[in-house]
């Protein structure tokens, strides 16, 4: 079996909620995601999906990923996409850096290897752990009193999580966390997401005015160093995100104890292969895990929920189904919610069927 033709189709997705927003100002109505399909000679198709949230989060870019497939393609193509590590090994010799433009490729030979193999991704990550799993639900950042009713809204929808984006000024973010503990219950999970958003002193004010109160800080500031100033200063639990690119800045936290969960984000780390290691190396060393991408639809959603379904449950601190948040679907069978939870697909590779009608035409197809 050989790498025949790599294609990639541009969709847009819309938010059922019009808008998201988060710290820094940054807010999208829509999401432009780009879809990996990898074809090969004797005729078995795989996908893969990567949705950055806007230009402005992370190291990736929508249009990018076009370009960066045209750059990878010649070493690609003619290889056998089942022998995943040296796809991921000349990928990184060809192109430095571009995690997200990696990703969806390893991901699309995945569901390539279940579907030769007759097993699902789950079974090939390690073993399906288990069958369904609990959602966070993210709240977008308005004001205190409108997130709050928002966190009401979705707990009547089954969800017990809930992924704050806070940030912005420090008073009103005291305020925001304030009205929300006055809606939350006993045994719901909130989470304070500041996506890097304060600097060192605006984080030390709000954990401050905040102690003594049962919530999760999540990535409070830029850097490394900032954020273990205000680890140093709080016992409130801790949660790192951006900052987590690969296993050496994951090392490197672990050894200055700033973390209690860390968030991998698998197009942030550049697929399912390296998402892998960190997960095996969070259960080895005991860390908890929020297991998602920067965003996505469908095939990002099926991605995450093997990733998970492969996780021994005691070491999955949360996750959330992208699918839900958007207006438009590319696999009808693909995973949704129910009362708060998603069930792990159980079909070959991905275990869900792409409706390519709805791709449109490819941007790019190589060769």
């Not at 003619?78 to 000349?90: E, F, V, Y």
């Not at 009205?179 to 401050?208: F, M, S, Y």
């Not at 908890?288 to 021994?312: F, K, N, Q, Y």
């Not at 009362?339 to 449109?360: A, N, Q, T, Y």
Request: hydrophobic share 40%; with cysteine.
């Amino acid at each position: 079996m050989r790498i025949k033709r790599i294609d990639v189709f541009q969709v847009r997705y819309g938010l059922h909620d019009k808008s998201y927003a988060w710290s820094g100002g940054h807010s999208v109505r829509e999401f432009l995601s780009m879809i990996v399909r990898i074809s090969t000679d004797d005729g078995v198709h795989g996908f893969g999906e990567v949705c950055p949230l806007g230009s402005a989060y992370m190291d990736a870019f929508a249009h990018g990923v076009p370009a960066g497939v045209e750059e990878l393609a010649p070493v690609l193509i003619g290889q056998d996409p089942t022998r995943i590590k040296s796809i991921n090994a000349d990928m990184d010799a060809a192109l430095g850096g571009h995690n997200y433009v990696k990703s969806p490729i390893d991901i699309a030979c995945w569901d390539i290897l279940g579907k030769t193999t007759g097993k699902s991704i789950a079974t090939l990550l390690g073993g399906r752990a288990v069958e369904d799993y609990p959602l966070y639900r993210a709240i977008s950042q308005r004001l205190p009193k409108e997130m709050a009713k928002d966190v009401a809204k979705y707990r009547k929808q089954g969800y017990r999580k809930f992924q704050l984006k806070v940030g912005g000024d420090p008073d009103v973010d005291i305020k925001r966390v304030k009205e929300v503990l006055k809606v939350i219950q006993p045994g719901d999970v909130l989470v304070a997401d500041a996506n890097t958003g304060w600097l060192p002193h605006q984080a030390i004010r709000v954990v401050n005015a905040l102690e003594g109160e049962d919530f999760y800080i999540e990535a409070p500031c830029v850097t490394h160093e900032q954020c273990l100033a205000v680890r140093q200063r709080t016992n409130l639990p801790f949660v790192i995100d951006e900052l987590i690119t690969g296993v050496p800045p994951f090392l490197r936290a672990y050894r200055d104890h700033l973390m209690d969960v860390v968030n991998i984000k698998i197009s942030r780390v550049g697929g399912l292969t390296k998402a892998m290691e960190l997960r095996n190396l969070c259960e080895s060393l005991g860390i908890a895990m929020t297991i998602e991408d920067s965003w996505g639809g469908d095939i990002t959603t099926a991605t995450i929920a093997h990733l998970v379904g492969s996780t021994r449950p005691e070491y999955l601190f949360t996750t959330t189904d992208f699918n839900s948040y958007i207006d438009f679907r590319v696999a009808p069978d693909a995973p949704m919610r129910k009362e708060g939870r998603l069930s792990v697909p159980s079909g070959p590779g991905l275990g869900i069927s792409v409706d390519e009608k709805k791709l449109g035409k490819a941007v790019v197809s190589c060769p």
